[in-house]
């Protein structure tokens, strides 16, 4: 299966509603069909909630029941999370992976 990376964006607390916007959209014209399209752009709204407001906590449970895969891992300007959503077939003949990898901490810009 191959994965395509969605969206790659740093971020703060005064950005996420932008940002979910951004990912609803992101993700409809990748092909991510609802209602996993919602769950997609929940459990990434859970994390990227979390990581400006608690550092951790409910989201990434949430994040975790809703995703295929969740990797959290640290980088140069804080904790990096990555979401795999299974795609379903909608214009394409393979199923593909859709991804959103989510850079905590202040934004750089």
């Known amino acids: 299966m191959t994965c395509v990376?969605?969206?790659d964006i740093f971020f703060t607390a005064a950005d996420l509603a932008r940002?979910?916007?951004c990912l609803a959209d992101t993700a409809r014209l990748a092909g991510l069909a609802e209602p996993r399209r919602g769950e997609f752009v929940l459990a990434v709204?859970?994390?990227t909630g979390n990581a400006?407001?608690?550092g951790g906590g409910r989201g990434l449970w949430l994040a975790r029941e809703l995703s295929d895969r969740?990797?959290?891992t640290g980088g140069a300007g804080g904790a990096i999370a990555t979401l795999e959503f299974e795609l379903a077939v909608t214009r394409r003949d393979t199923p593909g992976l859709a991804s959103a990898a989510a850079p905590g901490g202040p934004a750089r810009r």
Do not use: G, K, S
């Open 5 to 7: 990376l969605l969206l």
């Open 19 to 21: 940002l979910r916007r």
């Open 45 to 47: 709204h859970e994390v």
């Open 52 to 54: 400006v407001q608690h």
């Open 70 to 72: 969740l990797d959290i």
